[in-house]
């Protein structure tokens, strides 16, 4: 099964849901999805077209559009095609379903995602900050509009 | 029948040890060179290490440089050391263990800077879990520039700490 072929059946098996789809080359294709039921997409995916290993889970700030992206990297054991799945959500309240009922590593990515950018995962198991301290929790740092750099207030800069 | 503390006060010729009479007295003799000396040979540090600077910190402590001969030995728990060593960028997260530990061990104790991080935040001062100037939160003696600094270097680093402390003129202790 080559990438083509699997981009038609996402496309056909989710047909209102999955837009934008683009076949970059013979292992990358590119496809957006809508948040609402990204774990549906995810248990296909998994089971039919066996991309079982997701790679990494980000978001991207975009704060021209007021939106921001969810990426998912997903990639298989058994082909070479690795799919780059984008959800995305409003700014002011980002909210998606968790995939950590699919894949089970997601639950780290979705920690940080939810630390540095505030997007908010329903159904997730142990929804907390992975690796900033709690008090830090709504500064979201990784958007772009973060003020909180302290840049100029070292004195004994070497 | 209980005395009151007040009743002390008033003896004459005696020094009480509910007040800093006798290390104040100390410290205008002879008795504290002593004192300085013998703690200026036994400067235990911490083994605390923080990022990539820890690495040299660990060699320091290994055979190689065998700083036993100046009484420079490392320590696993901060009960037991005299000087902590912040080999590494402070993060917000981590200051609160990094006062901890500082706070457990006992006095007379030292800080000693070691590395650009520790300095000043290094590459990473403008991030935004960077705590810049730990400088203000510990009474740091010696800074250590260098990304990462030789064990040369923190060796020559203790030797500054105890010049500091035989010309009395550190932080650890009040003259």
């Known amino acids: 099964m080559d990438a083509n072929t699997m981009i038609d059946s996402l496309s056909t098996q989710f047909p209102d849901a999955i837009y934008d789809t683009k076949v970059e080359s013979k292992i990358r294709i590119i496809a957006k999805v809508k948040p609402e039921i ?21 978001g991207v700030d975009y704060p021209g559009r007021n939106e921001i992206e969810v990426v998912y ?3 298989s054991y058994d082909h070479s095609v690795v799919l780059t799945l984008k959800a995305i959500l409003p700014r002011d309240n980002p909210e998606i379903e968790s995939v950590v009922p ?50 100029k207030t070292a004195k004994n800069l070497v | 029948m209980a005395v009151e503390q007040s009743d002390y006060e008033e ?13 104040d007295f100390l410290k205008t003799t002879k008795a504290q060179d002593v004192l300085n ?35 420079i030995i490392p320590r696993n728990s901060p009960r037991h050391a005299d000087v902590l060593i912040i080999s590494g960028y402070v993060t917000k997260k981590y200051l609160p263990a990094l ?3 500082w706070d457990q061990m006992p006095s007379p104790k030292w800080v000693i800077a070691f590395g650009d991080c520790a300095i000043s935040g290094g590459p990473f001062y ?4 960077t705590r810049q100037n730990v400088d203000e939160i510990f009474p740091v003696d010696v800074f250590v520039p260098g990304c990462p600094p030789r064990c040369e270097a923190l060796i020559q680093a203790f ?10 003129q550190d932080k650890g202790t009040e003259y």
């Open chain 1, 38 to 58: 990204i774990t549906d997409v995810c248990k296909y995916l998994k089971e039919n077209l066996s991309f079982g290993h997701l790679c990494c889970e980000f």
């Open chain 1, 73 to 75: 990297v997903i990639g």
């Open chain 1, 102 to 151: 699919v894949f089970w590593n997601a639950n780290w990515y979705e920690r940080e995602t939810y630390e540095l950018f505030g997007v908010k995962y329903l159904n997730h198991p142990d929804l907390k900050p992975l690796v900033l301290p709690e008090d830090m929790l709504g500064e979201w740092p990784l958007r772009k509009d973060y003020k909180g750099f302290p840049n």
């Open chain 2, 11 to 23: 003896v004459p010729g005696v020094i009480l040890t509910d007040r800093n009479a006798i290390s």
């Open chain 2, 37 to 71: 000396w013998g703690r200026k040979n036994s400067l235990w540090f911490m083994v605390n290490a923080m990022g990539c600077c820890g690495v040299e910190l660990l060699s320091t402590g290994m055979a190689h440089y065998d700083t036993d001969r100046f009484g």
């Open chain 2, 99 to 101: 006062k901890k530990i």
């Open chain 2, 126 to 129: 403008e991030s935004y879990s």
């Open chain 2, 159 to 168: 030797f500054e700490l105890q010049k500091k402390i035989e010309a009395k």
